[in-house]
């Protein structure tokens, strides 16, 4: 019964992946690519529909995802979804191997945005708004969307909205979680839509706008561009980007509670001004070393370019306008700090995240509290609530297997023979989600050099950070699979 419910489940949203690649092999038709977009999208769309066919078929009419099942189903949902999604990169005739394809798929679907293609324009157009759909079904979560039309198949189950959903806890806006996941999607189609709208008027084709739209609101970062954003040359597209980058790195209870009326909560929220604060604090610092660095150009030119870059490596978009590589040291420093901080819980971005890192910074000033006064009693609290120590401890355990994981993975890419800035920020632009890191795998570069086995590898690492790890290494134990 566990095993058609999972399949059930994963056909749904596979099902849903094949409407979206059918959406990017009519506009192929439309366009001119006649032939050779049935030939890329085709074999993928039969096999995702004819998979949901065959769990009508198989399945009950009602089934009910237990928690242990829930893990299972998102894990293999976010598998399953990149594996179709490589189909398309696979036959479009670029000699790509199936792990490079798949490599690309999973870059797409977890919003990392690191590419494998070293010719990117070179890419028929419906298959560029393919590799964009895969950031946006991947942003706000497939399984989030798949929860929403859970209902209408007679398929019932929290844990897996709470599995997949990137944050420390899932925030309810409704009583019913399907009505919750709803309202979510409506909040970043209308963003998107907002911003693409805003980019038309910045003098973007609607191609490039709706793809530039779809990568920024999921914080993914791929671009239909080889130098990409930097390709425009437009500061009112990189300031526009640069603000909604930084919405979609904010929490999306955050814009419920401005369209709410409760603006004054939102604003209240500590980790949305740590967020912005880190922001501000960043861009400053980088600012001034971009101001002394002898690098010709304005004052302001340096600022924006300075904001654009430190909200990109924050919110996890890794977009780029620039190579930041022959910026001063201390600027790399301060982006290589950002790339272990992320956005906020709640967001499309990657990272730690924020709140994460205030909880545990109060926790180490409760400690040092104790360490004067032993007989002192001093909780943890965050936004005016108290975090039970179960919370707590939740959230630094997290931290420690991000890190653990990270020095793992460093050394794992390192044993191939790549030094360790290579290394660790490969690992630390892949399981954060970021996409561009440093030295070989900078914002000029890609990931094309890497032997399949490593692009495997942190094609892994993807799917460890985008899951928030706990979900991805549960099923690495014996505990879980015992009966």
């Known amino acids: 019964m566990e095993a058609r419910a999972l399949f059930r489940a994963i056909s749904v949203l596979l099902s849903i992946v094949a409407t979206f690649m059918l959406a990017c092999l009519i506009l192929g038709l439309f366009i001119g690519e006649g032939q050779n977009a049935l030939s890329i999208f085709l074999p993928p769309i039969l096999g995702g529909y004819t998979l949901f066919l065959l769990s009508l078929i198989i399945s009950s009419r009602s089934i009910v995802l237990s928690q242990r099942s829930g893990y299972l189903f998102v894990v293999l949902s976010w598998l399953s979804a990149a594996v179709l999604g ?59 969307l798949t929860v929403a039309i859970f209902p209408l198949l007679g398929i019932s189950g929290r844990t897996p909205m709470e599995a997949e959903s990137p944050g420390p806890q899932v925030d309810k806006f409704t009583p019913r979680l ?26 973007m084709d609607w191609f490039d706008a709706v793809t530039h739209a779809f990568a920024t609101m999921a914080t993914g970062g791929f671009s239909t561009r080889n130098a990409s954003v930097g390709a425009f040359d437009s500061a009112y597209i990189q300031i526009v980007l640069t603000v909604f980058m930084i919405l979609a790195g904010t929490s999306f209870t955050i814009h419920w509670r401005v369209l709410t009326g409760k603006t004054r909560d939102a604003l209240r929220d500590s ?116 975090m039970k120590k179960q919370i707590v401890y939740d959230i630094a355990a997290m931290v420690y297997l991000f890190l653990g994981v990270s020095l793992v993975s460093t050394l794992v890419v390192s044993s191939a ?63 879980f699979w015992k009966r």
């Not at 890419?123 to 950031?135: F, M, N, Y």
């Not at 909200?311 to 700090?337: K, N, R």
Request: hydrophobic share 50%.
């Open 271 to 386: 980790e949305w001004r740590v967020y912005i604060s880190i922001i501000v604090v960043a861009s400053v610092l980088i600012w001034i070393a971009l101001i002394h660095s002898g690098i010709s150009r304005s004052i302001w030119d340096h600022l924006r370019h300075a904001c654009f870059q430190v909200a990109s490596i924050i919110t996890t978009t890794g977009f780029a306008t620039e190579d930041y590589l022959f910026w001063p040291d201390f600027g790399q420093t301060v982006l290589f700090a950002l790339m272990f901080v992320g956005g906020c819980a709640g967001s499309t971005a990657g990272g730690i995240k924020v709140g994460r890192i205030v909880t545990l910074f109060k926790m180490a000033q409760a400690e040092m509290k104790y360490l004067l006064n032993p007989r002192g009693v001093y909780g943890i609290f965050v936004n005016r609530r108290y």
């Open 86 to 144: 490589a189909i398309p990169f696979f036959l479009a005739g670029f000699s790509l191997s199936p792990a490079a394809a798949f490599f690309e798929s999973m870059s797409g679907f977890t919003t990392t945005g690191a590419t494998i293609l070293t010719d990117v324009e070179a890419l028929p157009r419906s298959l560029l708004l393919w590799r964009a759909t895969t950031h946006w079904l991947g942003g706000m979560g497939i399984v989030v």
């Open 417 to 479: 023979g790549y030094d360790i800035l290579t290394s660790l920020t490969a690992t630390l632009a892949t399981q954060g989600n970021i996409g561009p890191g440093f030295s070989l795998v900078g914002p000029a570069c890609n990931y094309a050099f890497f032997p399949d086995w490593i692009k495997t590898w942190l094609s892994f690492m993807m799917l460890v950070g985008r899951l928030e790890v706990y979900t991805v290494l549960v099923l690495l134990t014996r505990a």
């Open 178 to 203: 399907s009505h919750t996941a709803s309202i979510l999607w409506l909040i970043y189609l209308v963003l998107t839509l907002i911003l693409t709208v805003l980019l038309l008027f910045g003098g």
